[in-house]
């Protein structure tokens, strides 16, 4: 049996790099998906799943407007009578050093990261509630974990997404819901592409790379593999926990002893 057999899940980010590789793992192992996202498409491979998959659908909306979310989840449940897993993704990468960010950035950082995760757990969980079942996913970053240059608003929204998430866990353990972060290293992603397009940060790319410890970024479809994992029954007794999915980004550092041993 497919490992997402007729559950149902809410995407939100869907048409674009994590979300959209998600939600077609999502739908390859037998969910129907419902994506939302500012965008109106899906795009890549997500799009050609969607042309055969009619059952999947997509809905255009912000996730720092609560009655598009609430339109949308109720949208989801009149179709398809529950949604079993929610998968938060919209995000967007923004900081600076926080004298200088300007106060409007900040405030749009905060609202999608952080109250667009909290909107849209708030909209999904009373359905959950009475099933008495369900998984979220809430996507932070390594960088929810660390400090990073310039990371400021960033990484003070993915550290609190880390730390609401262990909170939801608690809170609704006992009614069968299980909340898990996943917590990406840097992912080829159109949000990665952009962040590198800005002035002198390409230049600074290699180095990024090289502090994976696997000597490389990660894709798309890595972290989908782990939402995959977490959103399904073969997680039934993971929650509260951050999946770090980093290529060993976080595991340490190097300087140079590996030639020694031979491991370089
Ligand atoms: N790419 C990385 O290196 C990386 C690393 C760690 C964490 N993440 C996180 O993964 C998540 C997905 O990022 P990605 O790399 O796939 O980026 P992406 O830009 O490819 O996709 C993000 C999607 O979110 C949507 N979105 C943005 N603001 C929205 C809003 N207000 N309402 C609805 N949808 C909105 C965008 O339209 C886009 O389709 C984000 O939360 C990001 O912070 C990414």
Request: with cysteine; glycine share 12%; proline share 3%.
């Amino acid at each position: 049996m497919a490992r997402l057999q007729d559950k149902v899940a809410f995407v939100t980010g869907a048409a674009s790099g994590i979300g959209a590789a998600s939600a077609l793992r999502f739908a390859q192992e037998g969910a129907i998906v419902a994506g939302f996202d500012l965008k109106e498409a899906f795009e890549g491979d997500w799009a050609e799943a969607a042309k055969t998959a009619p059952g999947h659908f997509f809905i255009t909306g912000d996730v720092r407007d609560p009655s598009a979310l609430e339109a949308a989840v109720a949208a989801v449940k009149e179709r398809f009578g529950r949604i079993d897993v929610l998968m938060n993704s919209a995000g967007v990468g923004a900081g600076g050093p926080i004298h200088l960010i300007p106060l409007e950035e900040w405030d749009r950082v905060m609202d999608i990261n952080l109250r667009g995760t909290f909107l849209a757990s708030r909209f999904v969980i009373p359905g959950m509630l009475e099933q008495g079942a369900g998984s979220i996913i809430n996507v932070a970053s390594v960088e929810g974990i660390e400090g990073f240059e310039g990371g400021s608003a960033y990484n003070a929204s993915k550290g609190a997404v880390m730390l609401l998430t262990r909170n939801m866990a608690i809170d609704y353990a006992r009614k069968g819901i299980r909340v898990n972060t996943i917590c990406p290293g840097f992912i080829e992603t159109p949000l990665l592409r952009s962040t590198f397009q800005m002035p002198g940060l390409e230049a600074q790319a290699d180095r990024i790379r090289d502090a994976h410890q696997l000597g490389r970024f990660g894709q798309a479809v890595e972290v989908a593999n782990a939402a995959l994992f977490l959103a399904s029954d073969e997680a039934s007794f993971v929650t509260g926990h951050a999946l770090v999915v980093d290529g060993g980004y976080t595991a340490g550092h190097r300087f140079g002893l590996s030639e020694l041993m031979g491991l370089s």
